[in-house]
């Protein structure tokens, strides 16, 4: 790798981002940039900010002329306060994903993460459908974006099972992660005995979201053959992965899709959504099954998965050759220290 040289950077980030009950895909790439750019000699300086005021009290303290990095999320709820430091720091919004894409997003998030993108010196996006979204809504010019990828773990290769009936579903138990159409999903598939499925997130995003599901699984009559395992540790996660034949990707929107290319890192086949940009995360290869995030099309897709060994042999095949093409969190890392580099 060749590593940037480091300086200081402020890296303003959300609440919870250690918090092991509120695992996401946004808190973990920023944990793994924060480390990976003080192994390469950045001075990472990581401040937790939540309210729009403690966003405007952490510029505040920023020296003048300094790099302060800002996850989107932080950014998007503190407009203000980015456009008010835009000219005397170097700014950079670090966009996991842009809010327009929820289905139900608030009005004024979306404005305001519009007017912090627009105040940023840099954006960095973590999937070339994010980028091509910026650019689409002329929000942001291309030549200020970099792309980042999300690194893949390289792990044990996933045994699975005989049958191919050992289902995983990992990501914040939320709508746009789309569990609920799963679960729809799974019920048609009642007169497959042998099936399990095992659903790996956070359920403190959207209490409300995660009861419900939970009682559609009991109504439906399913609940012996779903595990709701919550948040899990990483020994835990791991065998997770390596007990499962199949990761089930429901989700109504993604930028990029962590725990697919988790899956694949691991030679593990993937069914998901035809949306954001899950296709491109699988491009590399044909080791996936897309559909459209709907219960009848997924339900379909499972059971073709099910019921045909030829199919199981070789996108099994394609994702044990997908593996080597997956980015490295030492690849991310770069990509975000070039680009803070290139503004000192």
Not at 92 to 115: K, N, Q, T, W, Y
Not at 141 to 168: F, H, S, Y
């Amino acid at each position: 790798m060749n590593a940037v040289p480091g300086g200081a950077v402020y890296f303003l980030v959300p609440e919870g981002v250690d918090d092991p009950l509120r695992v996401s895909g946004g808190n973990v790439f920023d944990r793994r940039v924060a480390a990976g750019l003080s192994a390469i000699g950045w001075d990472v300086r990581e401040i937790v900010a939540g309210s729009a005021e403690s966003v405007m009290q952490a510029l505040a303290d920023v020296p003048d002329g300094a790099i302060a990095l800002i996850d989107g999320l932080v950014a998007g709820r503190a407009s203000a306060a980015i456009e008010g430091s835009a000219e005397r720091l170097r700014i950079v919004v670090l966009a996991h994903m842009i809010s327009a894409a929820f289905p139900e997003a608030d009005p004024h998030l979306i404005e305001g993460e519009h007017r912090a993108l627009r105040a940023a010196a840099r954006v960095i996006v973590t999937s070339s459908w994010t980028r091509d979204e910026l650019v689409g809504r002329e929000l942001i010019p291309p030549e200020q974006i970099t792309i980042a990828l999300p690194g893949a773990d390289r792990a044990e290769v996933g045994a699975g099972t005989r049958g191919g009936c050992a289902l995983l579903c990992v990501g914040v138990v939320a709508p746009h992660k789309g569990q609920d159409i799963l679960i729809e999903a799974l019920a048609g598939l009642r007169a497959t005995p042998t099936w399990r499925c095992t659903i790996v997130g956070s359920a403190a995003a959207d209490p409300t979201f995660a009861a419900q599901l939970a009682e559609r699984v009991d109504d439906l009559g399913i609940a012996d053959r779903i595990t709701m395992a919550g948040v899990l540790g990483a020994s835990d996660l791991d065998a997770a992965y390596r007990g499962t034949d199949l990761l089930v990707a429901p989700s109504r929107t993604e930028s990029y899709g962590m725990a697919i290319a988790d899956a694949l890192g691991r030679g593990i086949p993937v069914v998901a959504s035809r949306v954001g940009g899950i296709p491109l995360t699988v491009a590399p290869g044909r080791s996936a099954v897309l559909v459209p995030p709907e219960p009848w099309a997924l339900s379909r897709a499972l059971d073709r998965w099910m019921l045909d060994a030829g199919l199981r042999t070789r996108l099994k095949d394609e994702a044990l050759a997908a593996r080597d093409s997956l980015p490295r969190w030492s690849d991310t890392v770069e990509r975000v220290a070039e680009t803070l580099g290139g503004l000192r």
